[in-house]
């Protein structure tokens, strides 16, 4: 890691924790976008491993609502973590430029399903098999990406959520994510020990960042807020496509 890279990365650190204290979303999304620009993905998808694990354990915690996000959001967590961790193992193979348009991809359309008219609600008959898909093909693109946010944002859209209930029930999946991500990359080596050192350092600047967006979250327009990040990441997603394709 060169020392422009820690500087550009603390950022992006600080940045995509004032967003994720904000609106509960977008750690990796944020992280990944911005250092997927300057270097390997998989080395950004590294460097996220311990800020995610911590932030999410913590914005667990801060919901209270463990119990019910198991009780209710377990057919999806149990996928996601199954999938994640199988596919995990094949991020190496994957070529530089297609994991590049991967990433690109999965930002516009988090940011599409984020921006636009929240999904039709799913009667309780189907949310079951429903999260068993979503978790599934969310877990497999996730694990080759780290970006799993698209399924799981309109799935939870689609249960009518206040603020505070979205934002432990994201918590909640993106750990139930992170954690197999993590062993995963461990596993197949692309977790170095440099890597895991940088990704340790990374959790000063995520923590300071979510707490500042915890406060922000009570004080300003969550949802104005919200739609600037998103058309911002929505133009870097397709400039990652426009990298992958120019190579």
Known sequence: MTTE???IALFAFLFAGIIKGTIGVGLPTITISILAQFVDPRVAIALLL?????????????????AES???LWPFGLMLIISIYISSFFAPLVPVNMLVAGIGVMVVLWTASSLVKAPPAIPERLDKPIQFGAGLIAGIIG??????????VMYLHSRRLDKDDFVAYTGFLILCGTVPLALGYLTNGLLTRELAIGSALMIIPTLAGFSLGEKMRSRMNAKQFQKMVLVVFCIMGLNLIRRAIVQ
């Open 143 to 152: 694990g080759l990406t780290a970006i799993w946010s698209p399924p799981m």
């Open 70 to 72: 198991l009780r209710n």
């Open 50 to 66: 311990f800020p995610a694990l911590i932030t999410n354990t913590w914005q667990i915690y801060r919901g209270g609502r463990v």
């Open 5 to 7: 890279l820690v500087v």
